[in-house]
């Protein structure tokens, strides 16, 4: 009778572990978020509306600034309640809600989408700049970031703009750089911390030079905490955006925002509740989505916070 030795059982009995690369264990713990999954269904959501806006004027037979003066105001000149024509009712020209909306979902995807872009790009190069090289060159650069940072938004924003003149590229400019340096200093941070570490000094003495250190074995190891904020940035921008649309300094009328839609309501929300209802909730709906998402991308990029108790809890 063949006996087997005990090793070779245990090694059958115990199945083989299965090595999993940090990506693929945040991205299934995104996978059993509820949440997560909830928020990029609406954000997509919000992407196809943006891009689909054309068409979805075409098949309501709607565009955003034609004035229904006729159909879509009341004999005294007010709004038009929600109907089958006008499916969000009228604003105080006569023109489509629903159509202005979705449009404005355009606007606040793309100005908040390029301007994060931008203020991401521009401070990952100032932050793991300052944070590499240190000295004279983290003094400057650090001091630069404190400066922009202590700057009211708000009262440079609408100085900006009215040199300038109000555009959405202006607004682009404009959140891009009051937004670079908060993504600066975190970066500048990690990058102090990730200077010192024992793969860095191993490619300094092979040779490596430093634009290569940080292209190759700095910035790579930056990726997760760029994207939670990226993720975070996005809905600060389209708030802004809104702030200064409202304001009458961010896009010029009569391009649908929702910023200057929540504006031209003021005067007529207490007779015309939906005017300034569907814009706020288009408003509220995104920011609420991509801050969630941010949160849960967060919590699936530091295993630390993540618990399966945490988003039963959310969930």
Not at 27 to 46: E, G, K, Q
Not at 260 to 288: C, E, H, K, R
Request: glycine share 6%; charged share 15%.
């Amino acid at each position: 009778m063949s006996t087997v030795p005990l090793e070779t059982v245990a090694a059958d009995a115990v199945p083989a572990i299965e090595g999993r690369a940090p990506l693929r264990l945040a991205m299934d713990r995104l996978r059993r978020d509820r949440v997560a999954i909830a928020c990029a269904v609406v954000i997509l959501l919000l992407v196809v509306t943006a891009l689909a806006a054309p068409l979805i004027a075409h098949l309501t037979g709607h565009d955003p600034t034609t004035q229904y003066r006729d159909t879509g105001l009341t004999p005294a000149g007010l709004p038009v309640g929600p109907n089958r024509q006008f499916w969000f009712g009228t604003d105080n020209l006569g023109r489509d809600v629903f159509i202005r909306v979705v449009y404005g979902t355009r606007i606040s995807l793309l100005v908040g989408v390029v301007s994060t872009v931008l203020a991401i790009v521009a401070g990952v190069v100032v932050g793991v700049t300052a944070g590499y090289f240190q000295g004279a060159v983290d003094t400057v650069l650090a001091r630069f970031m404190d400066v922009v940072l202590s700057l009211p938004f708000l009262l440079f924003a609408i100085a900006l703009v009215a040199v300038a003149g109000p555009s959405i590229v202006v607004s682009v400019c404009v959140i891009a750089f009051f937004s670079f340096a908060a993504v600066g200093r975190i970066v500048r941070g990690q990058t102090l911390s990730i200077r010192e570490r024992e793969y860095i000094e191993a490619a300094r003495s092979l040779g490596a030079s430093d634009l290569r250190i940080m292209a190759v074995d700095v910035v790579p190891n930056l990726i997760a905490p760029v994207i939670v904020y990226t993720t975070l940035l996005i809905p600060t921008a389209i708030v802004f955006e809104a702030t200064l649309s409202f304001l009458g300094m961010g896009v010029v009328p009569p391009t649908p925002t929702w910023g200057n839609m929540l504006s031209d309501s003021l005067q007529y929300y207490q007779v015309a509740w939906w005017f300034i209802l569907f814009p706020g909730l288009a408003l509220l709906i995104t920011t609420l989505a991509f801050n969630l998402l941010g949160d849960s991308v967060r919590d699936a990029l530091d295993p630390s916070t993540f618990t399966s108790a945490s988003v039963k809890s959310r969930s």
